[in-house]
C-alpha cells in the first residue's frame, strides 16, 4: 500500500474526546463524514486508545486482530508509527486505499499479504483455504488446495507466483471477483450493531435476544434522513428531549458547518453510546410534536 500518509500534525494534539475529532480526519482524508464515523466505530472496536486515539503495537498483537487471519494479514501491511502503533489517519487512509484500488492492484496486494517470499506454497494454500472453509475437514481443504495450485500453475509446479494468482482470478468472471475483492474488512457500524444484538443474552445465558431487536435500531440512511429533516425544525428541542442539555448541543453545533451536519453527528453518537432504538426516537418525536416525520422509520 505505496504512497499512505503518516500521522498528521493537525491530529496529533487533537483529543478523541473532542467534536473536531471527526470532522478533522474527515477534512483530511477526503472521506465522508458519516463514513469516517464508521471507520471510527470499527477502530475504537479494534482496541485504540481513547485518550490518545491510537492502537498501540502491544493491542494490535494480541487483540480481536489476531482472531482472524485475513484481518491479521491486512493489517500486517497497514502503516505503522515506529513503536509499532496504529493511528486513525493511516487507518482511514488504507482502508480508502482498499476500496479505490483496481483489481490488480488489489489482487497483488493480496498475495504479497499472505507471502514475504513472492510466491505462496501448498502450506500457505491450505491454511487460506481452510479459514475460508472452517467446517471443511482435512481431505476437502487438501484437494481442494492441490485443485487451485494446479489450476493456477497448469500443473507445472507445486508453489504460486504473484502473476500465476494474478493472471488466474483476472481471467475469472470480472464481477465475481470485483466483488469478492470489496475488502469490506469490517461490517458496517449498523451491521455490528446488529450482530451484537444478536449474541447478548439474559443472565441465565438460555434465550437470546430477538430479532424484534434487531430490527428497532435505526439504520444508518434512517439516522441521515431524519437528520436532514430535523434541520428544518426545531431541533434543538428534539435532542433537549433525547437526553443531550443545551451546552452540549451547542458545543456540538459549533464544531460543525451546518445544522444538518451536527444533528446527523448527534444522531450516530447517540445511536453508538446508548444502543438508541427507533421506538425511542419515535418517543421522542411525539413529544417534540414532530410525529409526521415517524414514518422515515417504515
Request: charged fraction near 20%.
Amino acid at each position: 500500500m505505496g504512497g499512505q500518509v503518516s500521522f498528521s500534525n493537525k491530529t496529533k494534539h487533537l483529543s478523541p474526546h473532542s467534536p473536531e475529532w471527526l470532522t478533522t480526519h474527515s477534512d483530511i482524508t477526503g472521506i465522508s463524514y458519516v463514513e469516517t464515523f464508521r471507520l471510527w466505530e470499527q477502530f475504537k472496536f479494534l482496541g485504540c486508545s481513547m485518550s490518545t486515539g491510537v492502537i498501540s503495537g502491544l493491542q494490535l498483537a494480541r487483540g480481536e486482530i489476531q482472531n482472524d487471519i485475513f484481518m491479521r494479514a491486512v493489517m500486517s501491511r497497514f502503516p505503522r508509527s515506529p513503536n509499532g502503533s496504529l493511528t486513525f489517519v493511516d487507518y482511514c487512509r488504507a482502508l480508502q486505499w482498499l476500496d479505490n484500488a483496481s483489481i490488480d492492484d488489489k489482487l497483488r496486494e493480496l498475495f504479497k499479504m499472505m507471502s514475504s517470499n513472492n510466491e505462496w506454497n501448498i502450506q500457505i494454500v491450505r491454511t487460506l483455504v481452510g479459514a475460508l472453509y472452517p467446517d471443511a475437514n482435512e481431505h476437502t481443504i487438501k484437494i481442494t488446495s492441490d485443485t487451485l495450485v494446479s489450476q493456477c500453475t497448469y500443473g507445472a509446479r507445486d508453489v504460486i507466483s504473484e502473476s500465476e494468482f494474478v493472471s488466474f482470478f483476472e481471467n475469472m468472471d470480472s464481477r465475481l471477483v470485483k466483488e469478492k475483492l470489496d475488502f469490506t474488512l469490517w461490517k458496517n457500524h449498523q451491521t455490528e450493531l446488529q450482530e451484537e444484538a444478536l449474541t447478548i443474552t439474559p443472565q441465565n445465558d438460555d434465550i437470546s435476544l430477538n430479532q424484534n431487536l434487531i430490527d428497532n435500531i435505526p439504520t444508518d440512511d434512517q439516522l441521515q434522513n431524519l437528520g436532514n429533516q430535523l434541520s428544518f425544525r426545531d431541533w434543538r428541542l428534539f435532542f433537549n428531549n433525547l437526553g443531550y442539555i443545551d451546552s452540549e448541543v451547542s458545543h456540538i453545533r459549533n464544531s460543525f458547518s451546518s445544522d444538518e451536519e451536527a444533528i446527523v453527528h448527534l444522531l450516530f453518537k447517540w445511536r453508538s453510546e446508548v444502543g438508541g432504538t427507533v421506538d425511542h426516537l419515535e418517543e421522542t418525536l411525539n413529544n417534540s410534536n414532530m410525529n409526521e416525520l415517524i414514518p422515515i422509520f417504515y
